[in-house]
């Protein structure tokens, strides 16, 4: 099946600072990569929708300033949380999109878990 | 009310009974209709899709829709302590762009004990 990988599996960073989260399909190519994020024992949330070479698209209530999505290549898109906060922190899952011959589904990553102090 | 429901458990059965997990929609432009698997602390593991009503089976795993109810269903038979997870129902609709977007259900926790 197909191979989603997310870098770094965890992350731990001071109020303020930004942190880069790499989200990477390992065995197709992804023109559409999602970024989700999950609250403990909550179900996921959409946060934008990103496309190769275009900007991303974002659901309503994301800040996209503060969420800065780049999806440089087929395989390769990021997240970068900008200026930190404790309220930041939160499960991030990405997911490609595989657009099969039959079905379009998504392949999710085994997230991100990012804690700011 | 929220456009698709799923009871979020715990649910906890003794090995080897049948699972029935549920979830309800409002929308009627869904198209596909998924079952994800998510481990503690683990991204979701896409364990069955469907796309018309009816039923589907994989396994020990069925997926049931019905679409006239707005009613899907997984069930899992001869369930295992390795099926200890949370189950996220998951489905699909066209976002702007043209391209399908997932929206989850809340997820109903599964606790399998020998």
């Known amino acids: 099946g197909a191979v989603v990988s997310q870098h770094p599996s965890r992350v731990i960073c001071k109020s303020g600072t930004s942190v880069k989260i790499e989200c990477r399909s390992l065995d197709f190519q992804a023109t559409t990569m999602f970024w989700y994020r999950q609250f403990p024992k909550q179900s996921l949330m959409l946060m934008a929708t990103s496309n190769e070479g275009s900007k991303a698209t974002y659901e309503q209530g994301v800040e996209k300033d503060k969420f800065l999505i780049n999806h440089a290549s087929l395989t390769l898109s990021t997240l970068t949380v900008t200026s930190a906060h404790p309220e930041d922190s939160s499960f991030y899952i990405c997911?490609?999109?595989?657009?099969?011959?039959?079905?379009?589904?998504?392949?999710f990553g085994p997230g991100t878990r990012l804690t700011v102090l | 009310q929220k456009e698709v429901e799923q009871d979020p458990g715990p649910l906890s059965v003794p090995e080897g009974a049948i699972v029935s997990l549920n979830c309800t929609y409002s929308?009627?432009?869904?198209?596909?209709f998924m079952w994800y698997r998510q481990y503690s602390r683990k991204g979701p593991e896409l364990l069955m899709y469907t796309y018309s009503s009816g039923n589907k089976e994989d396994g020990r795993f069925t997926a049931q829709v019905d679409k006239s109810s707005k009613y899907i269903s997984l069930f899992i038979r001869d369930s295992q302590p390795s099926d200890s997870a949370t189950y996220l129902c998951a489905m699909t609709y066209v976002g702007a762009g043209g391209y399908n977007k997932l929206i989850f259900g809340a997820g109903t926790r599964l606790a399998v004990h020998p």
């Open positions: 997911s490609a999109r595989d657009p099969g011959p039959s079905t379009d589904t998504q392949y």
């Open positions: 929308n009627s432009a869904f198209q596909y």
